[in-house]
């Protein structure tokens, strides 16, 4: 047989070593396993089907397509066959009589041939090839010839009749024929961009199994676009520094997230880290940046601790009273005490940079944006500073009572006090542009996230305000005392409670729409602290001893995650605070019960 390019190969009759000559890029190996399947399940229908085989894909198919043709073999047929006398196949144990009275066919009868047994039924007959020349005795392709003049209705009668006449082992032998003669793989058939497209209609689990097909389907189900566009709907981003690897690096993510979500879910806790050193002290604030974690306490000290290893790495010492409000960047720790000082400390070295002098009374709060953190005191004032020179640039003066929480984005100062108000600042001017009445009691704690304020108070409720225009827009009513912790993630808002409950609410329309307290996982004591983690996850602290683990979106318990001994008896969880790999939890008690400790969980993926 010739095998240029001027003489085709024909892909049902061309042996694997024809093939291999003939076609580019293709070799042995590839051209065995087109005479391989040819062998398996029959002669080929057209040359697109080659695509449908292992190793070739459809732009191969396509460079070669002058090179091959495909003929498809078919008996020929005798102008008397219609009217041949009613022919029997034989096939295993059960035999099928196909008749024709008149072009009409009697369908579902079973019949044996005059004289013919059991015995006579070869156990290894072989199935007539499709689309070929027919294996078998001549009675096989009279009927053949015969099925082939039939109308389309007949064919469908006869095929059911003798569908209808097999044993389960030869239907099971039909389908296995007929289906890869029914399948098309339309990834490698349609165009990239098109192929892409149905792609991104997958969910990631989804495209993870569909990457498993073949080898064309996981270089199309691991394009970067395609998980670039599904991480972030999830809001998940590429990692700051990550390693040079092969593969789609948006997948990683994507897949690293998920092992995650599997840690903080299911798996087993890990061992947690046990970090002594305020002696029976209370702690009062925990801050955690990078791998880095500063607690502060009523001793009048605060401690820099390495997360991974629990050493304690300084004792920041020099208050004189104690310590109950902080803010830590990447280089230096803010603390503010009872000694009416902020002190500004190396955090590498743990010297004190500088002491802030100014306020009358207790350091109850701040927070930090930028270099500039502003400071509230039991002095009804506030304070804004320069942390990296000591100097104070602004002094807010307008609330009658101690001032109890502060938030600040660096475009307004909100303040809430112990005189039933909250107020926006500008900190440029120090002008009060706002001043929020409406609680009936204490404001204890506060969000801010740029648009919209929220305000707990001693008075049981929440309050909900515009910032812009200090205009207010709810009052969330349903908790029982004071709210001693929110947090804000997107339009939700999670408060916890001293009543023992966690609730979820929406912000734009004030609704609850979740309360984390039904069932006996509930909290059976106030809570004391609550984070966000990764907008998936609610994690809450409470004077039970407990630190539990909720799902945001549902509001339904996952798990405990901290429970304490003397939990129920004087053990107390007071702060939790979240990294991307860790949660600590500062715990003790008021009574000598618990030893005063952090605990780390580490929640990270260690290969």
Known sequence: MSTSPDHPVDINQATAAELGRSLVRVGLSRAQAIVDTRNAVGPFVSVDQLSSIEGISAGLVDQNRHRLYCTTLTPSVSPTTRSATPVAMKRKSTTMAVGLSGGALSPGKKTRVRGETDCDMEEDDPLPSIGGSPAGPTELSDWLATFQEWTPTERSKALRTLVESCSIEHVKEMLAIIEPQLQRDFISLLPRELSLYILGFLLPFDLCQASKVSRLWRIMSDDHLLWRDKCRLEGIELPAASPQQHGCPWKRAYLREREMDENWRSRPLRSAKLLKGHDDHVITCLQ????????????????????????????????????????????????????????????????????????????????????????????????????????????????????????????????????????????????????????????????????????????????????????????????????????????????????????????????????????????????????????????????????????????????????????????????????????????????????????????????
Not at 342 to 352: A, F, H, T, V
Not at 560 to 579: D, K, Q
């Open 288 to 607: 955690f940046r990078g791998d880095r974690i500063v607690s502060g306490s009523d001793d009048n000290t605060l401690k820099v601790w390495d997360a991974s290893s629990g050493e304690c790495l300084r004792t920041l010492t020099g208050h004189t009273g104690g310590v109950w409000s902080s803010q830590v960047t990447d280089s230096v720790v803010i603390s503010g005490s009872t000694d009416r000082t902020l002190k500004i400390w190396s955090l590498d070295s743990g010297e004190c940079l500088y002491t802030l002098y100014g306020h009358t009374s207790t350091v109850r709060c701040m927070d930090l944006s930028g270099d500039l953190v502003v400071s509230g005191s039991r002095d009804a004032t506030l304070r804004l500073w320069d942390i990296n020179t000591g100097v104070c640039r602004r002094v807010m003066m307008g609330h009658v009572a101690a001032v109890r929480c502060v938030q600040y984005d660096g475009n307004y100062i909100v303040s809430g006090a112990y005189d039933f108000v909250v107020k926006v600042w500008n900190p440029l001017t120090e002008e009060c542009l706002h001043t929020l009445q409406g609680h009936a009691n204490r404001v204890y704690s506060l969000r801010f996230d740029g648009e919209f304020i929220v305000s707990g108070s001693l008075d049981t409720s929440i309050r909900i305000w515009r910032v812009s225009t200090g205009e207010w827009l709810h009052t969330l009513v349903g908790h029982q005392s004071l709210t001693s912790g929110m947090e804000v993630c997107g339009n939700l808002l999670v408060s916890g409670n001293a009543d023992s409950k966690v609730k979820i609410w929406d912000i734009p329309s004030g609704r609850c729409l979740h309360t984390l307290e039904e069932g006996p996982n509930k909290h059976q004591s106030a809570v004391t602290s609550l984070a966000l983690y990764n907008k998936k996850f609610v994690i809450t602290s409470s004077d039970d001893g407990t630190v539990k683990l909720w799902d945001l979106r549902t509001g339904l318990f996952i798990r405990n995650l901290v429970v304490l001994e003397s939990g129920g008896s004087g053990g107390v969880v007071w702060r939790v605070n979240v990294s991307n790999t860790k949660l600590v939890c500062a715990a003790g008690s008021r009574n000598g019960t618990e030893e005063t400790k952090l605990h780390v969980l580490d929640f990270g993926i260690h290969n």
